[in-house]
C-alpha cells in the first residue's frame, strides 16, 4: 500500500524559504510520477511541480522560478523548496504519486491516485 507523510510547512513572512519533505513507501512499481500540488480555502486543487517517470520536470506558472521540485530515489523522499515566498502561496500542501507517466496531465488531481495528508503554508504579508 503506498503510504505518502509530507512535512515541512509552517508559517513564514513574505520573501521567506520552506521546504517541504515527501516520504514515500510501499511503491510495487518499477517508476512513478510525482509532483506536488496545493490547494488554498475555497479554490480547486492545483499541480505546482512535478517528476514525471522519465525524470522530465514541469512547474506551474505562478511558482515557476521560485520552487524547486527533486527527488532522492534512494531514500524515497520528494522536496519542494520554496523561495521568495508570498502571501497567494498560502495553502495546504499535497504529495501526490501515481504508477507511469502522467505527461501533459500532471497538473490535474484526478490523473494521480495516491496522497499525502497534507502540510499547511502560510505565508503573511
Known amino acids: 500500500q503506498v503510504q505518502l507523510v509530507e512535512s515541512g510547512g509552517g508559517s513564514v513572512q513574505a520573501g521567506g524559504s520552506l521546504r517541504l519533505s515527501c516520504a514515500a513507501s510501499?511503491?510495487?512499481?518499477?517508476?512513478?510520477?510525482m509532483g506536488w500540488f496545493r490547494q488554498a480555502p475555497g479554490k480547486e486543487r492545483e499541480g505546482v511541480a512535478h517528476i514525471d517517470n522519465d525524470g522530465r520536470i514541469s512547474y506551474s506558472d505562478s511558482v515557476k522560478g521560485r520552487f524547486t521540485i527533486s527527488q532522492d530515489k534512494a531514500k524515497h523522499i520528494l522536496y519542494l523548496q520554496m523561495n521568495s515566498l508570498k502571501p497567494e502561496d498560502t495553502a495546504m500542501y499535497y504529495c501526490a504519486a501515481q504508477a507511469g507517466r502522467r505527461g501533459w496531465g500532471w497538473r490535474f488531481a484526478s490523473h494521480f491516485g495516491y496522497w499525502g495528508q497534507g502540510t499547511q503554508v502560510t505565508v503573511s504579508s
Open positions: 510501499g511503491f510495487t512499481h518499477s517508476s512513478y510520477s
